[in-house]
């Protein structure tokens, strides 16, 4: 079992910085692959960022890349999601998931088997 528990989420203007964090507990952390996805109300749930379980490679959705910054701290059990230059259009939910099937993870929400409660991020326009 994994327990994941976001924070650092809220409302921002446009153009501004959040970094959301995310720590893990029940199994050890460095052994899976980490992803956040985000999900705006009436629509699907959709990647956004992925991280090796060694930090060594990550992977992002186009619409976010060269704006957030995936990263993790594994003497920390946490994964951070660095987003700045904020679009209204970042609005959503914003879960933190972990693959303890890969190593690697994937972009699909279905390969991750455990997920957090999500925190929100508003951006005003």
């Known amino acids: 079992q994994v327990q994941l528990v976001e924070s650092g989420g809220g409302l921002v203007q446009a153009g501004g910085s959040l970094r959301l964090s995310c720590i893990a507990s029940?199994?050890?952390?460095?052994?899976?692959?980490m992803g956040w996805f985000r999900q705006a109300p009436g629509k699907e749930r959709e990647f956004v960022a992925r991280?090796?379980?060694?930090?060594?490679?990550?992977y992002y959705a186009d619409s976010v890349k060269g704006r957030f910054t995936i990263s993790r701290d594994n003497a920390k059990n946490t994964v951070y999601l660095q987003m700045n230059s904020l679009k209204f259009e970042d609005t959503a939910g914003y879960y933190c998931?972990?693959?303890?099937?890969?190593?690697?993870?994937?972009?699909?929400?279905?390969?991750?088997?455990?997920w957090g409660q999500g925190t929100q991020v508003t951006v005003s326009s």
């Open positions: 029940g199994r050890t952390f460095n052994f899976y692959a």
């Open positions: 998931a972990a693959d303890t099937r890969s190593g690697g993870g994937t972009v699909r929400p279905d390969d991750y088997n455990y």
């Open positions: 991280i090796s379980r060694s930090a060594d490679t990550t």
